[in-house]
């Protein structure tokens, strides 16, 4: 896949690495089809348990392909496998972890709205700039930038374009940590190797369950996670079987 670079950096973690270094990673429409499809595969292939999704030095992501306008007038934004891949990403079952430096802006921004943990670069700047090209936040930034942050600093990113800084990101909960810019890679793979020692299974369903918050009112979310205890897995006996006999658990996934 031309647009992106893939590679198994520690034991049951994948790293997908932007490849679009002249364009700042902008998310042109093949971009994101080749990361809907390395991550299709991930999802598919028990071996990997956390995926890590980054940039370069210079930009994580600078959004959408402002170059790749249509000249048919049909607006880019809304092409059927454009969409279909921010859907594939969206429903990533396994964690995703983003590594940014540089600019994580407008589309950029949105995929680490999409990401689980964001682990942020000393030198890294978020933001949403699309109304300065009359345009606006949507790859579900409108959305999910509020929910993350609060309104009135959702509102204010989306309204004035500027960005904010790695520790404005980590204190408004955009990111988790902030790390020295060499280092940024490294931690998110290290928190993805730690994630990837535990059951697969259990971290799947613990992501869905935290990801129900968004998607559904308190009740029905409550109630979904009661009937979710009801699960039986091997892992389950083999973490119960490791603590009592005090080693460490050895899971498979089942
Ligand atoms: N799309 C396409 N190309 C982009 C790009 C983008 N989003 N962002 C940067 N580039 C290209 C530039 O055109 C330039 O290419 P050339 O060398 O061929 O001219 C190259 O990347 C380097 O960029 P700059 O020379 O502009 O670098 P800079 O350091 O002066 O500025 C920047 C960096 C502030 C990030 C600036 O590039 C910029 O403002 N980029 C656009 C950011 C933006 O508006 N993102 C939102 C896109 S819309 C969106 O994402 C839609 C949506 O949600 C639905």
């Known amino acids: 896949m031309a647009n992106i670079n893939v590679t198994t950096p520690a034991n049951h973690v994948l790293l ?55 000249e048919d007038g049909f607006p880019m934004w809304a092409a059927a496998d454009r969409l279909k891949a921010w859907k594939t ?27 689980d943990i964001v682990i942020a670069g000393e030198d890294a700047q978020f933001g949403t700039p699309e109304v300065k090209i009359a345009a606006f936040p949507g790859d579900g930034g409108t959305q999910r930038l509020p929910r993350a942050i609060g309104k009135a600093r959702a509102m204010k990113m989306v309204l004035s374009g500027e960005f904010i800084d790695a520790e404005t990101a980590c204190d408004w909960g955009l990111a988790v940590e902030v790390t020295p810019k ?15 020692v535990n059951s697969p299974i259990a971290v799947r369903m613990a992501k869905e369950e935290i990801l129900m918050t968004y998607g559904r009112p308190l009740d029905e979310s409550l109630s979904l996670e009661r009937k979710l205890l009801l699960w039986q897995t ?19 996934g089942k």
Do not use: W
């Open 16 to 70: 997908i690495s932007l490849n679009r270094a002249k364009a700042l990673n902008a998310l042109s429409k093949s971009l994101l089809v080749d990361v809907a499809a390395a991550l299709d595969e991930a999802a598919a292939n028990d071996e990997i348990r956390c995926v890590v999704i980054t940039g370069d030095d210079r930009a994580f992501s600078a959004g959408a392909d402002i170059k790749e306008m249509p």
């Open 234 to 252: 091997d892992d389950h006996d083999e973490g119960i079987a490791a603590f009592v006999e005090k080693r460490p658990a050895k899971f498979t």
């Open 182 to 196: 060499e280092q940024t890679v490294a931690r998110a793979i290290e928190i993805a190797g730690i994630i990837a």
């Open 89 to 115: 990403i969206e429903k990533f079952p396994k964690p995703l972890i983003a590594a940014v430096n540089g600019y994580a802006l407008g589309g950029g921004c949105e995929l680490t709205l999409l990401c």
